[in-house]
């Protein structure tokens, strides 16, 4: 962000008489027509606040062309001093005084340029004044044109030589320059990385309660990147640039309740400052209020409301609010249920690269849910996810080599994404893996290992899992046979009533004796409990 526009009071002659009249000689050299008396007089009477006063002795004197009444005058126009407020006039008394080299004119001429106060907007032409006052060591002239320079904005990107501008007016020990600077050294932007520099010039910014630099200064902190790690630390400094309403620091300080690190946990203050920062507009602590009224976290559960604040979120392309209003539309929670809706935002977060919504998205192009079934571009979004480590993905990605879904099939390429799923503890790709060993799928059959992988993913109670372990001890493959612990799998899995597992399990039991079903029903007990 560029900085205000310069000087809260206009600089005054200092106290040599009483605050009640203005010094005698003053008056008299003004009197006579003297711009700098004249201007001198008119910053006596604007520190008085008679702003009427000053306003008419600065026009004096900025009729005659002095630079700093023009520029003063200019001011009083910008903030409404003694006269209507006038972006217009402002601007034009600005440019005076700019054109006679004055550098604080020069600034404000500039911001008015970038803003679009009083002027249309140019940003090429705010570069140029930036430049010009910059030239003449005006540490918020040097700051501003750093950070137009790093944003391309009126000009070419150039970090280097933003960089050089940052510091020139960081070493002024200009507060914004120094949080900006110290960002640059974190990221590497026209400098080579450097946190511990970094956190140095950050550290001057938050100790002048600058609230960008208290914010950044606790990332380091909570990272630990580029000073000792300290989540308490951290949360000081959030607190601080939270309070000022900087909406970073209120949506961190927000999570930092949430998962109670380095303070107790308090829902309740969470949503108090993820709120907070959500009405400013920052994406992130949208979603997270989504998240906490979709959940019930520190407030009534509110479905409307959190689909309200996902899609703030997603309309601001925030990968997560995207993602968590397409599950609001496929689960039917705070608006009806449509897939085709949910597609949308799908597609959306998965252009944006984010592993989850391009394996959903593979799922509904599959099974043609609000989209045509196209099994070819279900398995590019399943490989695009399976090539960040997205477990599901890599499984549903096996499933299709397996199968030859939209792709030629493979058992080898199955097995080995099954492996990486199951890796995961992805219950289904364990289960599918016992399958490819057990029946020599894309691997040499090994029924011992078979088993090991059945009984993974019969240990997360997947049925499938469950029932095929318990074939494996009826049967004696990679196990002893032990058709009491083969009931006990089978029971686990006949919750689902499937027809092929009830008769398995059914078969067992006619085999046993009371005694060895009691037994059974025993293990199976202390497992589901």
């Known amino acids: 962000m560029l900085g205000w526009l310069v000087g809260g ?9 009483p605050a009640g009249a203005p010094p005698t000689a003053l008056v008299t050299a003004a009197a006579t027509g003297e711009a700098k008396a004249q201007t001198d007089l008119g910053i006596w009477y604007h520190q008085q606040g008679q702003y009427d006063k000053a306003v008419s002795w600065f026009r004096k004197a900025a009729n005659q062309h002095y630079a700093e009444a023009q520029s003063k005058l200019g001011w009083c126009y910008f903030f409404g001093q003694g006269v209507t407020t006038n972006y217009t006039e402002a601007v034009i008394w600005y440019r005076d005084a ?3 080299g004055l550098a604080k ?5 500039a911001l008015c340029y970038y803003q679009g106060q009083g002027t249309p907007t140019n940003a090429v032409e705010a570069v140029t004044w930036f430049r010009k006052a910059a030239a003449q060591g005006l540490a918020g002239a040097q700051s501003n044109l750093g950070v137009c320079l790093h944003n391309g904005e009126g000009v070419a990107r150039n970090d280097t030589e933003a960089s050089q501008w940052l510091r ?4 002024q020990d200009y507060g914004e320059a120094q949080a900006h600077l110290g960002t640059f050294y974190l990221e590497g932007y026209g400098v080579k990385p450097d946190p511990a520099q970094g956190v140095l010039w950050l550290q001057k910014a938050a100790d002048k309660g600058l609230a960008r630099g208290q914010s950044q200064l606790a990332a380091c902190f909570l990272q630990g990147l580029g000073v000792k790690q300290n989540v308490t630390e951290a949360v000081r400094w959030f607190r601080a640039a939270a309070e000022q309403g900087e909406p970073v620091a209120q949506s961190n300080l927000g999570s930092l309740y949430l998962t109670g690190r380095g303070v107790t946990p308090d829902d309740a203050e969470a949503i108090k400052w993820l709120r907070r920062a959500a009405d400013q507009g920052l994406a992130g602590a949208q979603c997270n209020l989504g998240f906490c009224l979709l959940n019930g976290r520190g407030a009534p559960t509110n479905t409307l409301e959190a689909v309200a604040w996902f899609r703030k979120a997603a309309e601001q392309k925030w990968v997560a609010g995207q993602n968590n209003l397409a599950a609001c539309y496929i689960e039917g929670r705070g608006v009806p249920k449509d897939y085709v809706e949910a597609v949308k935002w799908l597609r959306l977060a998965a252009e944006q690269g984010l592993a989850e919504a391009q394996s959903k998205l593979g799922w509904f192009y599959f099974f043609g849910r609000g989209v045509a079934q196209d099994y070819a571009e279900a398995v590019k979004w399943y490989q695009k996810a399976s090539a960040q480590g997205f477990a599901m993905a890599e499984f549903n990605l096996g499933v299709c080599y397996a199968k030859g879904y939209g792709i030629a099939p493979s058992d080898t390429l199955a097995f080995q994404w099954y492996q990486k799923s199951a890796d995961q503890d992805y219950a289904a790709a364990q289960h599918n893996l016992g399958a490819c060993y057990l029946d020599g799928r894309g691997v040499t059959a090994d029924p011992v290992k078979a088993v090991a992988w059945f009984r993974k993913a019969a240990a997360q109670g997947l049925p499938e899992g469950q029932h095929n372990l318990g074939l494996c ?4 493959k990679g196990v002893a046979v032990d058709p009491v612990e083969a009931l006990k799998w089978f029971y686990l899995a006949a919750v689902t009533a499937d027809p092929e597992i009830v008769a398995a399990r059914d078969r067992v039991e006619k085999k046993l004796k009371p005694a060895d079903i009691a037994e059974a029903k025993r293990r199976a007990a202390a497992i589901s409990h």
């Open 9 to 17: 009071r206009l600089p005054g002659l200092g106290a040599a008489e």
């Open 98 to 100: 700019a054109e006679q």
């Open 105 to 109: 004119a020069q600034l404000n001429l």
């Open 168 to 171: 020139r007016a960081a070493e």
């Open 473 to 476: 001890y009826e049967q004696g």
